[in-house]
């Protein structure tokens, strides 16, 4: 377990970019496979991207491959979402969450067990 961060969220419009960053406590933070995800109104979340501990493996969901990119920096306990080309779909309160060791289904929810509180991120048309 440990204890997650978000910041970095915003108003922007379609086609801006925002960087999204997720600080985590903890003397481990290359032991825990780091994920992203999002939830819009009226709508369940849903799995955004992922990245290994090492950063040696990523996954993306189909509807932002291309556009967003997932990285990390190990020194600063922090994992980043660039998120390039922004669609007013795209709409959502962002999570990070982070699961010690590897993931089989880096992109059921479930396979996480610490979460962030969230950040806003909103693009108008």
């Known amino acids: 377990q440990v204890q997650l961060v978000e910041s970095g969220g915003g108003l922007v419009q379609a086609g801006d970019s925002l960087r999204l960053s997720c600080a985590a406590s903890g003397r481990t933070f290359s032991s825990y496979a780091m994920g992203w995800f999002r939830q819009a109104p009226g709508k369940e979340r849903e799995f955004v991207a992922a990245?290994?501990?090492?950063?040696?493996?990523?996954y993306y969901a189909d509807s932002v491959k291309g556009r967003f990119t997932i990285s990390r920096d190990n020194a600063k306990n922090t994992v980043y979402l660039q998120m390039n080309s922004l669609k007013p779909e795209d709409t959502a309160v962002y999570y990070c969450?982070?699961?010690?060791?590897?993931?089989?289904?880096?992109?059921?929810?479930?396979?996480?067990?610490?979460w962030g509180q969230g950040t806003q991120v909103t693009v108008s048309s």
């Open positions: 990245i290994s501990g090492s950063g040696g493996r990523t």
């Open positions: 969450a982070a699961v010690y060791g590897s993931w089989r289904y880096a992109q059921n929810s479930r396979t996480y067990d610490s």
